[in-house]
């Protein structure tokens, strides 16, 4: 074969393969979008004719907060096999040099490396939240070749600092530097510039206005928005002013912001005639957090963020773009999805496998995922998912769901929420009277096919059947991955002032005298 018939071969080959891009949306609550809510206060027209061009995943999953599904998502890890901690990304246990650190185990393989591995540009914008400690623990460590973003569970989207308001917790350091990054070091010209995701947004774009589009592309977006703190620019909130409340107003019209900027990244897409070939995908990291100070709103489902009931863990999702087979396209997949279903969903359309040789040898959990793209292109497929492991204390098997423990946010909120005459819970608080919670250390059964709402514990109806999904979660949970993360590590600070100029990165491996 001559050299150029090779060259020809292996360009077709790649771009055969689907571009890719992933949008992770950050507390989106199920009342907040347009495809499932009329109401004037809710303004998605794009992410509503996205729907409508593709497929609504009526039951995706993901965990009850924001790290643990974000792990989930890179490493095709259920979350109990990864990380189930909200742990700051300044924390470190020098005991366990894989696992002791946020976010994902050094050695497991994530979905960019993956994709890199069968000649994918891989490109990441916005939240990290799944490790810092290292340079391996960073998205350019993991396998992006660029990326523009912040490592905490958020920041605040002008200053780029880490106020209360934006996480509810302190870190080591106090909170007392900036948090946004590029590539291998701080953002420094552009802190403090503009929104931040104005910058977001210019960054994705960018990737895909520089693209080789015979190359495939991976592009992953994850948004700020929705959550705290509660920013927005003054114009955008002003087209809500008929919202009374200073909180449902304020996320309403982030949830704006968020889909006119995704039409932006999409027209891209078109503009670069890439958009025929590629598969979008859109989740929510978890379910609308209903606790003050936060804004969102899960109605009808019960709970909210922070908890197993279907309001913290069924989220928002479909995928769209032309790679969607027109016959499926404005129809709904109603069988069940995880989070980390997409990493092997993913890979397994880039012609990857889904082994994972590197954490087999640390001894590591594999690869949980299971591809769905046959099952959601075609409904005579059975569905690859029949048991969802949604945490150490609930588990959802062939319908049936049970939850244990003490759960918070134990609530229905009404269709406009929150409102200055509705209570909320707060977060974090211990109280069970502001928290909400419900005792369910017994069991608490629902078949939520048929109830979806989780308005009648059957488990005193069904004791066999509760006793069945106990005797599951309890093995499913003799497996689970849970390391010592360790404490706060100083020397996060000490990099931050003396390394990169008052910004947060890697503080382990980063100095002259280490090894």
Same mark, same amino acid.
């Given at each position: ?8 071969? !292996? ?24 495809y499932?809510?009329? =109401?004037d206060e ?7 004719? $996205? ?10 999953? !993901?965990?009850?907060?924001?790290? &643990? ?21 300044t ?10 650190? @946020?976010?994902?185990?050094?050695n ?8 890199s @591995?069968?000649?994918y ?15 391996f623990?960073? &998205? ?24 209360? @308001?934006?996480?509810?917790?302190? =870190? ?20 403090g510039?503009?929104?931040e995701?104005?910058? *977001? ?11 080789d589009?015979?190359? &495939? $592309?991976?592009? *992953? ?11 927005v ?15 449902? +107003? ?7 912001y968020?889909?006119?900027?995704l ?24 379910g ?5 100070? @936060? ?32 016959? #499926?396209?404005?129809? +709904? ?6 989070i ?13 496998? $889904? ?5 087999k ?19 005579k497929?059975?569905?690859?998912r029949?048991? #969802?492991?949604?945490?150490?204390? !609930? ?11 003490i ?5 229905w ?11 909320? &819970? ?7 009277v ?7 250390? !017994?069991?608490c059964l629902y ?19 509760l ?20 404490k706060?590590?100083?020397d ?9 100029h008052g910004?947060?990165?890697? *503080?382990?491996? #980063?100095?002259n005298?280490?090894?």
């Amino acid at each position: 074969m001559s050299l150029s018939l090779a060259a020809a071969v !292996a360009t077709q080959a790649l771009s055969a393969k689907p571009h890719v891009l992933m949008v992770l949306a950050d507390d989106f609550g199920w009342a907040n979008v347009g495809y499932h809510n009329s =109401d004037d206060e809710v303004v998605t027209p794009v992410i509503n004719q $996205l729907v409508k061009e593709g497929v609504e995943l009526d039951r995706q999953y !993901a965990y009850k907060f924001c790290s &643990p599904s974000r792990c989930s998502l890179q490493s095709g890890r259920l979350p109990v096999n990864v990380n189930v901690m909200n742990a700051e990304p300044t924390v470190s246990n020098p005991e366990d040099p894989v696992g002791g650190y @946020a976010g994902i185990p050094i050695n497991m393989t994530t979905i960019a490396q993956k994709l890199s @591995a069968q000649g994918y540009r891989t490109h990441m914008t916005g939240k990290w939240d799944a490790g810092m400690a290292t340079d391996f623990h960073t &998205p350019i460590g993991r396998g992006y070749q660029t990326w523009f973003g912040y490592y905490h569970h958020a920041n605040d989207y002008w200053t780029e600092k880490i106020p209360i @308001a934006a996480t509810g917790t302190e =870190d080591v350091c106090g909170n007392a530097y900036v948090d946004l990054w590029e590539n291998n070091g701080p953002a420094v010209k552009l802190n403090g510039s503009v929104y931040e995701e104005i910058m *977001f947004t210019n960054s994705s774009v960018s990737v895909i206005e520089q693209h080789d589009p015979s190359q &495939p $592309l991976f592009l *992953f977006h994850s948004f700020h928005l929705m959550h705290t703190p509660l920013e927005v620019p003054q114009d955008w909130l002003d087209k809500f002013s008929f919202i009374n409340d200073t909180q449902r +107003k304020t996320y309403a019209a982030m949830v704006n912001y968020l889909d006119t900027e995704l039409g932006k990244i999409v027209d891209t897409f078109k503009k670069k005639e890439m958009w025929n070939n590629t598969l979008m995908v859109l989740i929510s990291d978890n379910g609308g957090p209903i606790y003050y100070p @936060a804004g969102g709103n899960n109605h009808p489902l019960k709970g909210g963020k922070m908890s197993d009931w279907e309001g913290g863990v069924r989220v928002n999702a479909f995928v769209s773009g032309g790679f969607v087979p027109e016959d #499926v396209r404005g129809t +709904k997949y109603e069988s069940f999805v995880h989070i980390a279903d997409w990493y092997a969903t993913i890979a397994t359309l880039a012609g990857a496998d $889904l082994n994972d040789e590197v954490a087999k040898k640390a001894g590591l959990p594999a690869i949980d995922g299971v591809n769905q793209w046959d099952a959601i292109i075609n409904r005579k497929v059975d569905a690859p998912r029949t048991v #969802v492991h949604l945490s150490e204390n !609930a588990v959802i098997s062939n319908g049936w769901k049970l939850i244990t423990g003490i759960q918070s946010m134990s609530g229905w909120t009404p269709e406009k929420y929150p409102t200055h005459l509705t209570p909320q &819970p707060t977060y974090p608080n211990d109280s069970p009277v502001d928290n909400w919670n419900h005792n369910c250390t !017994a069991g608490c059964l629902y078949h939520i096919v048929e109830d979806a709402l989780e308005l009648h514990d059957v488990s005193t109806t069904f004791p066999s059947k509760l006793t069945d999904l106990m005797t599951l979660l309890k093995d499913l949970n003799a497996n689970n991955y849970n390391p010592v993360r360790g404490k706060g590590n100083k020397d996060a600070c000490k990099a931050a002032t003396e390394l990169y100029h008052g910004f947060y990165g890697p *503080f382990i491996g #980063v100095w002259n005298n280490e090894n």
